[in-house]
């Protein structure tokens, strides 16, 4: 039988750090990765010598970004790897520093996302599709928006009331992108993007950085590390995509993966405080928090609209702002969605904290095609 995280050493995230989500700006990579980097190493309490190997997560910054980055720590011989996996890419290093610690391979691991607005250019398979140019993201979940509105009675419009959840999470956050609350209205009356879709309801791309450390016992040990701010990671799960799942792949990948990670860490849905998740757009919030059974089927919006996903509800569900709010700059997400579970199960994320969190998830989709959910415990 395949071994899972659980069945090797424990591993902890140590240290957390974060530059802001923000439009495109001259600031370099270099300065928004070296400052996310920096604050991790800060807060942990450790030195950049001790840190013994690095994962660099981009989606947009092209070959090695990592070297050029980390040189302005110091150059000092330790492993670097690469990372490029969509808007999972974050998640994914994060996965393998904590596979590597948890091994022993290393005591002490950085995982960092980094990325800049870019046109993506996607590789050429020489076949050619179907519909490439007319079926794009925004019109994908735009469609899944009027089907799921059709199939459990609800208005397209009831939909916007995630993002309005979000834009006021994302108000009291000072690393989201867009740090204004918003009224329903705003949110609706917007620029519409696709069929009821509007700008407010889809995530900004923008640039930024967020790094965790993870460390093993050994390396807790060593570095003479506080335990009480050390977050267990209780499991990581990572799948890809299948045949036949047609428009609802991204649910069905979402289903799987998180009911591997569930069943590795031993939790049920219920036991989950937090949840940040890949909330792109409005719609996605309502499908994956049903697909990881969190509520019944067609029962998302009933409960959303009741508080149940609100900080201080049942379960805070996307508390940084989620995408839409705390922004996708693709590298980082993943790794800041395991900033923010780490610092809401500390205790120390202030007025956005969620009472007595224990538990939290964070799951990540890229391009359909890969899905990663990793649960974290106080």
């Known amino acids: 039988m395949p071994k899972r995280l659980s069945d090797l050493e424990p591993v902890y995230v140590v240290g957390i750090g ?22 991790a190493l800060d807060d942990a309490g450790i030195a950049w010598a001790d840190v013994e190997s690095t994962y660099v997560g981009t989606g947009l910054l092209g070959m090695a970004a990592g070297r050029p980055m980390l040189r302005h720590l110091g150059a000092y011989g330790k492993p670097l ?25 290393s005591d002490v691991v950085l995982a960092v996302g980094v990325d800049k607005p870019a046109l993506v250019n996607r590789p050429k398979t020489g076949i050619q599709g179907l519909a490439e140019d007319a079926i ?14 059709a199939r459990h009675k609800v208005r397209p419009e009831d939909v916007a009331l995630v993002a309005l959840k979000n834009h006021r999470n994302g108000a009291a956050n000072p690393y989201a992108q867009r ?38 016992a050994a390396g807790l040990k060593r570095l003479g590390l506080d335990p009480k701010r050390a977050v267990r990671v209780a499991a990581s799960a990572g799948q890809s995509e299948r045949a036949g799942t047609g428009s609802s792949a991204d649910a069905r990948l ?16 219920a036991a989950l405080d937090i949840v940040e998740l890949h909330d792109a757009f409005t719609i996605e919030e309502l499908h994956y928090v049903e697909a990881m059974g969190i509520c019944p089927e067609g029962q998302a919006i009933h409960l959303l609209k009741d508080g149940a996903f609100n900080i201080g ?39 956005r904290q969620h009472k007595g969190a224990r538990n939290g998830l964070a799951h990540m989709v890229g391009l359909g095609a890969v899905c990663y959910v990793h649960v974290l415990s106080a």
Do not use: W
């Open 136 to 149: 794009v993201p925004f019109t994908h979940f735009a469609l899944l928006t009027n089907e799921y509105a």
């Open 254 to 269: 979402t289903a799987d993966t998180t009911a591997e990670a569930l069943a590795e860490a031993q939790l049920a849905p």
């Open 313 to 351: 509800g049942r379960c805070a569900v996307s508390p940084s702002g989620g995408l839409i709010a705390m922004g996708h700059p693709i590298g980082p997400t993943g790794l800041g969605q395991i900033v923010e579970v780490t610092r809401q199960l500390r205790g120390e994320a202030g007025t």
């Open 18 to 39: 974060l530059h802001r989500y923000q439009p495109l700006s001259e600031t370099s990579y270099v300065t928004l990765g070296l400052a996310a980097i920096r604050e």
């Open 179 to 216: 740090q204004k609350e918003r009224t329903l209205d705003e949110i609706l009356s917007g620029k519409a993007i696709s069929g009821t879709l509007t700008a407010l309801q889809c995530c900004p791309v923008g640039e930024g950085a967020a790094a965790a450390i993870v460390a093993n």
């Open 81 to 105: 790897v690469h990372i490029e996996n969509a808007s999972a890419s974050g998640s994914a290093a994060f996965r393998h520093a904590c596979i590597e610690a948890a091994a022993g391979i």
